[in-house]
């Protein structure tokens, strides 16, 4: 039965090791997760930890462990894009339930403009966190660097220019693979004015889609290439483009699942069948997305929260110094999903 305390009194370590039978240093490292302690002690630790609803002081376990518990997620990206596009969404709750595994707490931080930099390098200076996640980072973006001189444990969601000179392990799916599926299996749909939707030119992983795009159309023509930044109304602006310049194309591959949204609502206010006139694949598997598509989307599948979940991984390996050295990167594969609009 629990033991009883009155007021405002909570259970003390000194309780605990008492109702274990142990010293209070070995209470201690049971609690704070520390090694060295042999398996029927910690039994009765934990036990008598339940009995007694006994929550460690945070303040006293950091300074024992030396960790905050606190895990800093930048993502490079202003608020309204974070809180717009599912993507980051998904990949959020992944390494939210992966931190919440290992008891740890997830800061996140964003960047609206080129200030917010020294904010976040404050933040990561002052010990507030054990490690940070950072993604959607851009090839000219300070935050690497930034991070870097922080010395802090870090893992980066995606292949950049910066993190690839600071030798950051970083977590990707295969981008440029994923890409050259879809567009092969346009191919063999019979279509041959195949055009491409592209992401920004400053992030990594739109690069390795146009990449993948060309090892299949490699004589393409660049007048079936259009640009957009990954959001619903960029992909609407660079369909209408393409059509207006090539009104003989028979598919498009679309460098994510929001800008293909955008691409069949102008294909459908102009009049285009899909997939009868234009084939449309997408790239991400957004089911929030894919459920609104009409026809239902062609799309290539990441595993976004997956990815989430390995770049905790990762980094409470670097914390913890176990489970063996930590690979440079970790690229997760890709699979088409085939559906109605292709």
Known sequence: MPEQTTGASRPTLEAVAARAGVSRATASRVVNGGVGVRAPLVDKVRQAVEELGYVPNHAARTLVTRRSGAVAVIIAEPEFRIFSDPFFEQQVRGIS?????????????????????????????????DGTLAFSLHNDDELPALIARARIPTVFGGRSEAGQRLAVPYVDSDNRGGAREAVRHLVSLGR?????????????????????????????????????????????RAMAELLDRRPDLDAVFVANDLMASGALRTLRERGVRVPEDVAVVGFDDLASVVRSTDPALTTVHQDIEGTGRLMVKLLMRLLDGTGGPVPASVITPTALVRRASA
Request: glycine share 12%; no cysteine.
């Open 97 to 129: 339930r992966e931190l919440t595994a290992h008891d740890s707490q997830l800061v996140l931080l964003w960047v609206e403009g080129p200030g917010d930099h020294d904010r976040i390098a404050r933040y990561l200076g002052g010990g507030h966190v």
């Open 192 to 236: 041959r004015h195949i055009a491409h939707i592209a992401g920004p030119r400053d992030l990594m992983a739109a690069l390795d889609r146009v990449d993948g795009y060309h090892d299949v159309m490699m004589d393409a023509d660049p007048a079936l290439m259009s640009q957009g930044d990954f959001t619903e109304e960029s992909g609407a």
